[in-house]
C-alpha cells in the first residue's frame, strides 16, 4: 500500500518560477525523502529529511517536514527546463524496521523555456 | 564508483512465460530493493533482501520471487506472466536497513504479449 501521496498530480510552470510539491504520508517515520524520476528511468535520490528537523536546504531545493500534520513540501527556486520530471517523495514502513521505502505515486512536473 | 546495474534494459514475453531480471548493487551496500512500476500505479515495492535473505515481501503473488547471491547481487523471477506484470522493474541499493538513500539502477522494461 502506499505510504506517501503527492500533490498535484501534475503541475506546469515557466522557466525562473517556483514549483512547490506536497507529500502526505499516514505513520509515523524516521526520515522522509525526495527522489526525482526522468522520463520512466531510475530515480535520483534528492534530499532527506529526518524526523526531528524542520527544514533543510541542497542548492534549489527547500524541503520542509511537518510531523504534526504527516506532510512535508519540496520547493524548486528558479526552474529551469532540465527540472522536467516526476518527483516522488518516500518514507520507511515502521514494520519493516524503517527499513523498506515506499513510495506515493509522484508529481509530474513540466518546465516550459 | 559503478551505479546500480540492471539487465536486460527490455526484456519481451509471452504470457505464461517466466522472466528473469538481475540487478548488481554498488560496492558495499549489502541491501537490495525491487519495486515494480506500472503505468499510473506508482513504485510498489516488491521484495527486499540483505546479507542473501529475504527481509520483507510487499503485497505481490508467490509467483514473483527472487534471490540474493553472495556477492550480493540479485535475481527477479516472475512465473507465469500475465499481461498486467508489464511494468518498469526497479531494483536499489543501499546500506542496510534504517530508511537510509537508495541508489536506483535505470530499470529493466518488461513486456508480457
Known amino acids: 500500500s502506499q505510504q506517501g501521496e503527492e500533490d498535484p498530480q501534475a503541475l506546469s510552470i515557466q522557466e525562473g518560477e517556483n514549483a512547490t510539491m506536497n507529500c502526505s504520508y499516514k505513520?509515523?517515520?524516521?526520515?522522509l525523502q525526495w527522489y526525482r524520476q526522468n522520463s520512466g528511468r531510475g530515480l535520483v535520490h534528492l534530499i532527506l529529511?529526518?524526523?526531528?528537523?524542520r527544514e533543510k536546504h541542497s542548492g534549489r531545493l527547500r524541503v520542509t517536514l511537518d510531523t504534526s500534520k504527516k506532510s512535508s513540501s519540496l520547493l524548486i527556486t528558479a526552474s529551469r527546463a532540465a527540472d522536467t520530471a516526476s518527483y516522488f517523495c518516500a518514507t520507511a514502513l515502521p514494520n519493516s524496521g524503517y527499513s523498506t521505502l515506499t513510495f506515493g505515486k509522484g508529481t509530474m512536473l513540466l518546465v516550459s523555456p | 564508483e559503478a551505479g546500480v546495474t540492471q539487465s536486460p534494459t527490455h526484456l519481451i514475453k509471452t504470457r505464461g512465460q517466466q522472466a528473469t531480471l538481475r540487478c548488481s548493487p554498488i560496492?558495499?551496500?549489502?541491501?537490495v530493493y525491487w519495486y515494480q512500476q506500472a503505468l499510473g500505479l506508482g513504485l510498489q515495492f516488491l521484495l527486499w533482501?540483505?546479507?542473501?535473505?529475504?527481509?520483507n515481501r510487499g503485497n505481490f503473488p508467490p509467483r514473483f520471487s527472487g534471490r540474493q547471491f553472495p556477492n550480493y547481487s540479485s535475481e527477479l523471477n516472475v512465473n507465469a506472466l500475465e499481461l498486467e506484470d508489464s511494468a518498469l522493474y526497479l531494483c536499489?541499493?543501499?546500506?542496510?536497513?534504517?530508511?537510509?538513500?537508495?541508489?536506483f539502477g535505470q530499470g529493466t522494461r518488461l513486456t508480457v504479449v
Open positions: 560496492s558495499g551496500h549489502t541491501s
Open positions: 536499489a541499493s543501499s546500506r542496510r536497513g534504517l530508511g537510509t538513500e537508495a541508489f
Open positions: 505513520t509515523s517515520i524516521n526520515n
Open positions: 529529511i529526518r524526523s526531528n528537523e
Open positions: 533482501y540483505d546479507e542473501g535473505e529475504e527481509r
